[in-house]
């Protein structure tokens, strides 16, 4: 294990099957797996779809699962980072890292799929599925809840990985609704810097190099709300209105 990835694997064979099913994987259906590990969760994906391809990015556990998985000829093994991948698929499904999680989130916003379940950090999917005025609302949040339609399914306790986290872990359903650019996600970022800021202040701040006219900008939102407060949609709006002032 890569500890500097946060890998702990996942074991239990009752768990692989509940992951399996949530996933629903129709035999014609290209699956992507970030993580293939020791090739537990991916023994049971090959033998639902004809079509699997999976990513490990470490050398030793690519040559193990090289070797445990050798009978599948569905499967395409690679050795690399699973964020790298920019091929179609219709079905994710992952045990991830825990370290790469926030880079996963952005990645699959640029990727078309039709669903995904992942296996996370329990107190990850509670930032995800945050609501305002929460204290796990974040960027990650916003940026989530916007572009996805998410669902806890399920709750995996540690002693059923190697090694035993110190932490819970949820299984995660991920259904794509809506894309939004990097520049989206970017600005998404710097507002939510201001956590606990009003949006008056918040703004003034951030338009200070933009030349453009706070007083203006303030007319379209309430000046006094603070950005914990702010709604996905209400944040999403307000990114749209600076990117049409500076054109």
């Known amino acids: 294990m890569r500890k500097n990835l946060g890998q702990h694997f996942l074991n239990d064979n009752y768990i692989l099957t509940k992951i399996l ?3 629903d994987i129709q035999e014609n259906e290209i699956v992507y797996e970030i993580g293939t590990g020791h090739g537990q969760l991916t023994s049971k994906l090959c033998e639902k779809s004809s079509n699997v391809i999976s990513y490990e990015i470490d ?6 699962s ?8 569905n499967l395409e093994l690679v050795n690399s980072d699973g964020l790298t991948f920019r091929k179609e698929f219709d079905v994710l499904v992952s045990n991830l890292p825990y370290e790469i999680s926030n880079a996963f989130i952005e990645w699959l916003i640029t990727r078309k799929f039709n669903r995904a379940i992942i296996t996370v950090q329990k107190e990850f999917a509670q930032k995800l599925i945050s609501s305002p005025n929460n204290k796990n609302y974040r960027a990650v949040s916003v940026i989530s809840q916007l572009c996805f339609q998410l669902k806890i399914l399920d709750e995996i306790p540690p ?5 035993k986290p110190k932490v819970n872990s949820v299984i995660l359903q991920i259904i794509p609704k809506n894309t939004i650019s990097k ?3 970017q600005m998404i970022k710097i507002i939510l810097s201001f956590k606990g800021k009003t949006l008056s202040s918040t703004l003034r701040h951030i338009v200070k190099k933009m030349e453009i006219d706070h007083n203006e900008l303030m007319k379209h939102f309430q000046p006094n ?7 996905p949609d209400e944040i999403y709006e307000i990114v749209r209105m600076l990117k049409s002032l500076m054109l």
Do not use: G, T
């Open 21 to 23: 099913n949530y996933a």
């Open 59 to 64: 050398p030793d556990l690519y040559s193990i």
């Open 66 to 73: 090289l070797k445990n998985l050798s009978e599948f000829n």
């Open 159 to 163: 002693e059923k990985f190697s090694p």
């Open 183 to 185: 520049q989206d996600i």
């Open 225 to 231: 709300k603070r950005v914990n407060e702010l709604r």
